[in-house]
Nanobody
Framework: QVQLVESGGGLVQAGDSLRLSCAAS????????MGWFRQAPGKEREFVAA????????IYADSVKGRFTISRDNAKATVYLQMSSLKPEETAVYYC?????????????????WGQGTQVTVSS
């Protein structure tokens, strides 16, 4: 089992950048594919990005490609989401998730472990 704690959320203006972090504890961090999801008020939780255990492969939602970067530091058991050119419609609670998988999943159901989320608010 792995425990996840997100940090780095806050209030920013449209066009600003922000970096989220997710610290893991418990089972070896390198065993897990790591993902970021987000949930805006009244909407379903949606996939944002994911990264393989080695960091060799990353995938992104089309809406964030070119603006967001997911990375991980296995020595620190931490995954990051660097977000740039943020938009007001990206205001949401951002969640970190872990999956024991040989592929890099985009679906919520594939991730068995979740953090509590961190709020990102983008003002216009």
């Amino acid at each position: 089992q792995v425990q996840l704690v997100e940090s780095g959320g806050g209030l920013v203006q449209a066009g600003d950048s922000l970096r989220l972090s997710c610290a893991a504890s418990g089972r070896p961090f390198s065993e897990y594919v790591m993902g970021w999801f987000r949930q805006a008020p009244g909407k379903e939780r949606e996939f944002v990005a994911a990264i393989t255990w080695s960091g060799s492969r990353t995938i992104y939602a089309d809406s964030v490609k070119g603006r967001f970067t997911i990375s991980r530091d296995n020595a620190k058991a931490t995954v990051y989401l660097q977000m740039s050119s943020l938009k007001p419609e990206e205001t949401a609670v951002y969640y970190c998730a872990a999956a024991r998988s040989v592929v890099v999943p985009r679906t919520r159901s594939a991730y068995g472990y979740w953090g509590q989320g961190t709020q990102v608010t983008v003002s216009s």
